[in-house]
């Protein structure tokens, strides 16, 4: 086999490259949001170019039939094409976040993925640690499979995990800032120790956070500021597909050792001329 056509295996093998969360099984690493677009035609566009196949859906926020005089998420993002991840954005404590996914259940037809996110505050966004496992078990005990928004605390994530959450998404920053990953050193301690997908969530601004959290071992990344407030975000939302992929693909390749001196990259012996 050429190395062309060996590539070309490789690159099939890799779009072939599932992860599973709970009971479902998916090919796209990229998860987007709906919220902050222009329109909700502009909220199509962008989530088609990603490839993304889990869409999360603020349902404090964002009319999915609870409100049916008013455009429905539902008619850009079908759940024919789409895996739609309920999130409790905008929630500060558990018994609000139960609550939510309970709603989300039955506007969804007792779908149970979704994804918990219980807040701090609503200066920094900061996951609240004790409310959110509060939540966690509740929810895991009434038959939902929970994707969970939390800190970069490694022992914080092993807990969850233990309780059950089926996806522990640990933060790269803080929401909304687009600041990168600031902390890769604990989500690499969260990665090596876990046993459920591990889907960095917040902070990622651009395509190369995308790639570096992918390189670092994710499962896959969770976005939406960094698509919904490009120039351009249906084109943004192609770059982070392509970001993803990347970012996989070179963690699956395995890179070269990191070295304190140079290393010719050609050969010392061998000259034409000595």
Not at 93 to 122: M, P, Q, W, Y
Request: charged share 20%.
């Amino acid at each position: 086999m050429t190395q062309t056509a060996s590539y070309g295996a490789d690159h099939a093998r890799l779009l072939d490259d599932s992860f599973t969360v709970g009971s479902r099984t998916f090919s796209s690493r990229l998860l987007v949001g709906t919220g902050k677009y222009q329109d909700l035609t502009q909220t199509g566009e962008a989530i088609a170019a990603s490839g993304a196949e889990i869409v999360t859906v603020a349902i404090r926020r964002t009319n999915i039939g609870q409100n049916p005089d008013e455009p429905n998420l539902l008619d850009v993002i079908s759940p024919d094409k789409y895996t739609i991840l309920p999130n409790t954005a905008g929630c500060f404590d558990a018994d609000s976040a139960i609550r939510t996914c309970k709603l989300a259940r039955e506007l969804l037809d007792g779908h149970n993925l979704v994804k918990l996110e219980v807040l701090g505050d609503e200066t920094s966004l900061y996951p609240n640690v004790v409310e959110t496992i509060k939540a966690a078990k509740v929810l895991i005990d009434d038959g939902f499979e929970v994707m969970v928004y939390t800190s970069d605390d490694p022992i914080v994530a092993q807990e969850l995990e233990s309780m059950g959450c089926s996806a522990i998404m640990p933060l790269g920053s803080l929401i909304g800032s687009g600041l990168g990953l600031l902390n890769r050193h604990t989500l690499s301690l969260i990665i090596e120790n876990a046993n459920v997908p591990v889907l960095v969530d917040a902070g990622v601004g651009t395509a190369s956070d995308a790639a570096i959290a992918m390189e670092l071992g994710c499962d896959g990344v969770l976005m939406n500021s960094a698509i919904a407030h490009a120039k351009d975000p249906v084109m943004m939302a192609h770059a982070m597909r392509h970001a993803v992929w990347a970012g996989r693909e070179a963690f699956l390749a395995g890179r070269m050792p990191m070295r304190k001196m140079a290393q010719a990259s050609s050969p010392q012996t061998g000259y034409f001329f000595q």
